[in-house]
């Protein structure tokens, strides 16, 4: 039997219209809306793909939303000066400087600029801390990781008990992910498994997962014989593997795929997630829940 398709798309569509709603009910009890400043330097298509989807959903959400774009060749001081500006802004909630950034500016110190209580991605340690400690302490859940327990939850899969194995150690995803669905909570109390490239036999482990989150950035990575018959795939990979021309622009797209062969996988898995359309739509979402909640913490 096919698996049941986890549609990462109509979920953050849902999720995007009930933060919608928050938001006006926000402006009427409050006269106050959610306030996110994108920081952009340089001209990185990839970047400016991921910005422009960001600023296009905050306003569709009815955020105050200022973008910052800044040359290429800004200063670290001047980058660092204009975070902190935003630190003292009591308009904005979130400030999110997008990632690559130019090699000499050390990226280290502009994610320890922010202020860790506007910090809506979750990059800053004093926030990875807090994930760490879990319950009241977590403020933002970074984008990508929260994005994967949602689409869990929602889609009605049981964690609790859960065997979970991890495909992947980076601190975007596969650390973070990790360390929530270990939590103490409804929404995690799973037993989990890391797994990386020093791992002795990945297969084995991928074999008896219960949910296999995929976080490799190796296309076809997991193979259909690694998974356990039932399970519930997460595939977080995206992998451009080629270009083909866009039926509805005429322009060249990437064609992409994730860590997992999607076709074998459906076959065998219970539920799982396709790239595109899986994880992808729920990061920018998770962002936008994260600039509401530090609104809401502000008043
Ligand atoms: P990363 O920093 O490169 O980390 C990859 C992790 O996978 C590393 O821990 C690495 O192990 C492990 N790994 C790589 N090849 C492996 C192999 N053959 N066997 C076992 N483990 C292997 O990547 P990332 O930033 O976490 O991203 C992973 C993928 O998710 C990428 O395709 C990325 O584009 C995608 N992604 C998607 C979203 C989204 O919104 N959809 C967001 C973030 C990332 P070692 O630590 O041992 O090197």
Redesign the pocket.
Known sequence: MSAAIIDGAAISKSILAELKTEVQELQQSHAVVPGLVTILVGDNPASLSYVTRKVRTALELGFHEVQENCDADISEKDLLALVERYNQDSSIHGILVQLPLPDHIDEKKVIYAIDPDKDVDGFHPVNIGRLLLGGDEVRFPPC?PAGIQELIVRAGVELEGAEVVV????N???KPIANMLLQKNPRANATVTV?????RD?AAHCRRADILIV????AG?VKPEWINPGCCVID????RVGEKISSKTGKPVAILRG?VDFDAAKEIAGSITPVPGG??PM?ITMLMKNTLASCRARL
């Open positions: 990508t495909v992947g150690r980076s975007i995803v596969g797994v990386h490239t020093r791992t990945l976080a490799a950035g190796v990575l977080v990979g995206v992998n860590d994880v992808g990061t």
